[in-house]
């Protein structure tokens, strides 16, 4: 009787702790999120390039579909230096900080898409150097190495 409870006490704990872990928002897998990154920086100077010459503005949309797509990637991922935080409340903080400069990231090249859209090269082109100040920033803080 007091084995079978054990029993059944343990299997409850197992399939509680299985259930519980998808809800941790710490997904992290270094690989990804570095090739999420290098396919906006790809998609960024292709952006670049287009914006350069207004006659072929159009060629920067799917660019900047490519940069958001990346972006979303990028979101649903943690940098390394989040993850292996031990402080708990500190870990939160920065997971917070993150995907809340990732959000920003989005609106910027949402910004630069609606200005693609409406013609404004000049208007993308700002909206697209806010992006690059979100790199900066978020570099610094989430990729200490050289804060590029
Ligand atoms: C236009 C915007 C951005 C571009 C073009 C960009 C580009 C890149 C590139 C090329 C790398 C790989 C370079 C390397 O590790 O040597 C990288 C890594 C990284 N970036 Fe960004 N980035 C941007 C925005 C951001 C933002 C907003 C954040 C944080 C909120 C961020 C966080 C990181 C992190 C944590 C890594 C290291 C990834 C790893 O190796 O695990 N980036 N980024």
């Known amino acids: 009787m007091n084995t079978k409870f054990l029993w059944c006490a343990s ?3 197992v399939a509680g ?23 906006i ?11 350069k010459t207004p ?3 159009d060629k920067a949309l799917p660019e900047v579909w490519k940069a ?14 989040v993850v292996d935080m031990t402080d708990e ?3 939160r903080k920065a997971e917070f900080a993150y995907r809340t400069q990732m959000q920003d990231l989005m609106r910027a090249l949402l910004d630069v898409e609606a200005a693609v859209l409406a013609g404004d090269a000049k208007k993308a082109d700002k909206a697209l150097r806010q992006a ?9 803080q989430f990729r200490p190495r050289d804060g590029r």
């Open 11 to 13: 299997l409850v704990l």
């Open 17 to 39: 702790v299985v259930a519980v872990q998808p809800l941790r928002s710490t997904p992290q897998d270094a690989g990804k999120l570095q090739a999420a990154m290098e396919q």
């Open 41 to 51: 920086d790809g998609a960024v100077k292709g952006i670049q390039g287009a914006l």
């Open 55 to 57: 006659d072929a503005l």
């Open 68 to 81: 958001q797509r990346a972006t979303l990637d990028a979101k649903a991922e943690l940098p390394k230096a």
């Open 89 to 91: 409340k500190a870990r």
């Open 132 to 140: 690059d100040n979100l790199k900066s920033a978020g570099h610094s």
